[in-house]
């Protein structure tokens, strides 16, 4: 079928899509995919794949650092490639990150040394670094969620608007949800996020904001309000993580703290965007996070943590 009446297709169809779809669709709650995006679908399947990896009494770390490497189940793809600073753009989709790092590829650089044991966590225990690694690949989906969005709207608002859904914006939109929901659920930051106290709200708005956006962009019409909420959700939501992590630490007793702060560590990466962009102590935070476990900075990194509307 032509991607041009495919399109429409799908738009009027959509009331019915949880009873009609194609064999490539996949959705959940309101939002069902427009373009094919199954092979991103599986990319989060690599992080299942290196936790596997590194459970147990005897975690293959090599074996982990080359799945991160080079990738197995998104054909030409690892998770390494996605986190250093992929197709050269981070630096226009996550900026903030990116000056406060001095580099657009923040995430390949923590994730590497949780991996290599080096870097920062050159002295960490291994339960540290798996749970800095755990907690960081799921940043790095919902980063790629943003980074999508941002490549929807750069084809959308380019002098020649590119609405395929081939490699058009409509197929970014649908990346995103792809990368953010994981191979039916699980795996992405939508389980992560499905776990927290409110996770399930916060999932749900930012399916709602996917399904409210792609009527418009099948229409070849940027989706502005859709947008900014879909952006304003995954701020909440990387937010909550990040926060929820934290509290984990600060409850933590002496033997959990160091593996808490590690887990908030990975979030953080996530989002370090909004929070380093609303408030001018957010460098703070880094503190907390770095160096011998310090109960206090904890403390202090939470009280610099103001809730977004909506979290």
């Known amino acids: 079928m032509p991607a041009r009446l495919l399109a ?27 373009a094919d995006v199954s092979a991103h679908n599986k990319f989060p399947q690599d992080m299942a794949d290196i936790r596997a990896l590194l459970a147990g009494e005897k975690p293959d770390w090599a074996g982990a650092l080359s799945l991160y490497a080079y990738g197995r189940h998104f054909k030409a793809h690892s998770v390494a490639r996605f986190a250093d600073n992929y197709n050269g753009r981070l630096d ?5 990150s990116a000056k406060h790092y001095g580099s657009a590829s923040f ?21 540290e670094r798996k749970a800095a690694l755990d907690a ?30 081939q490699n058009g914006a409509p197929k970014n939109w649908s990346e995103a949800f792809a990368f953010y929901y994981g191979p039916e659920g699980k795996h992405g930051a939508f389980e992560a996020i499905a776990a927290l106290p409110n996770g399930e709200r916060l999932n749900a708005r930012i399916l709602q904001a996917l399904a409210d956006g792609q009527p418009d962009l099948l229409r070849q019409k940027w989706p502005q ?32 703290l160091a593996l808490m702060r590690a887990r908030a560590a990975g979030f953080w990466l996530a989002a370090g ?34 809730p977004l509307p909506g979290e």
């Open 225 to 256: 309000e859709a947008a900014d909420e879909l952006a304003a959700a995954l701020n909440v939501a990387s937010i909550a993580l990040f926060r929820n992590a934290l509290e984990a630490a600060d409850k933590a007793d002496d033997a959990g």
């Open 8 to 34: 429409i297709v799908l738009l009027l169809a959509a009331p019915f899509a949880a009873q009609a779809r194609e064999p490539w669709q996949i959705g959940h709650g309101p939002f069902l995919t427009a």
């Open 136 to 165: 960081g690949m799921t940043a790095l989906l919902i980063n790629y969620a943003r980074y999508e969005l941002g490549e929807a709207q750069r084809k959308a608002s380019a002098t020649q608007p590119n609405w395929s859904l």
């Open 107 to 127: 995430q390949n650089a923590f994730l590497f040394a949780a991996l290599a044991n080096t870097g920062r966590f050159a002295r960490a225990s291994e339960a």
């Open 273 to 306: 965007e909004p929070i380093l962009r609303t408030d001018r102590r957010a460098p703070m935070v880094e503190k907390a996070l770095t160096g011998t476990p310090d109960r206090e900075a904890i403390k202090a990194a939470l009280a610099v943590i103001a």
């Open 92 to 96: 226009s989709y996550l900026p903030v």
